[in-house]
T-cell receptor
């Protein structure tokens, strides 16, 4: 499968624990996005990378959230001291080039479901 | 801050009806507007619109963008139960922002 892959697909954790999600974009895609989505809502933008540079970070992203893309390939999203309100699906997407308007399609992963109990 | 607003948030129709979904936006450095359909998993791409007034069509779905009034509509004619999904509007500017979605339910 050469699509965007995310791991783990499901995670149940106790409140206060740290969790990390990984996203492997399509090879050579240099733009990578993270979104959070709760049931019945559209994806909320969290952050995006152009290669290894994190170009923008949403104000929704508290200090407990951090994302990295150290070599411009895979990315990790870490949530520290999880809270019940963090329960959501975390979606990763990638595209080639500077964005979809350049004619590049954005591809989504299947998402990582987080449940904080 | 950039905003993408969709309406209605929820819509219930019967098979054969025609529906119109709305998306308005306020963003800096607009590049394109995209429509996605989301069922149980990740969103799937429907249309990308960059120019005003040019209708994009795919089967029973069509969409148009108005860059002066900052909105787009997605039309679905002769709806089928398989059209039941959340329809997402996203605007690409410096990044890509999504609206909350319109949950469409098509009853037999």
């Amino acid at each position: 499968d050469t699509g965007v892959s995310q791991d783990p697909r499901h995670k149940i954790t106790k409140r206060g624990q740290n969790v990390t999600f990984r996203c492997d974009p399509i090879s050579e895609h240099n733009r990578l996005y993270w979104y959070r989505q709760t049931l019945g809502q559209g994806p909320e933008f969290l952050t995006y990378f152009q290669n290894e540079a994190q170009l923008e970070k949403s104000r929704l992203l508290s200090d407990r959230f951090s994302a990295e893309r150290p070599k411009g390939s895979f990315s990790t999203l870490e949530i520290q001291r999880t809270e019940q309100g963090d329960s959501a699906m975390y979606l990763c997407a990638s595209s080639l080039g500077i964005g979809v308007s350049s004619g590049n399609t954005i591809y989504f992963g299947e998402g990582s479901w987080l449940t904080v109990v | 801050e950039d905003k993408v607003v969709q309406s209605p948030l929820s819509l219930v129709v019967h098979e054969g009806d025609t529906v119109t979904l709305n998306c308005s936006y306020e963003v800096t450095n607009f590049r394109s507007l995209l429509w996605y359909k989301q069922e149980k998993k990740a969103p799937t791409f429907l249309f990308m619109l960059t120019s005003s007034g040019i209708e994009k069509k795919s089967g029973r779905l069509s969409s148009i963008l108005d860059k002066k009034e900052l909105f787009s509509i997605l039309n679905i004619t002769a709806t089928q139960t398989g059209d039941s999904a959340i329809y997402l509007c996203a605007v690409e500017a410096y990044d890509m922002r999504f609206g909350a979605g319109t949950r469409l339910t098509v009853k037999p």
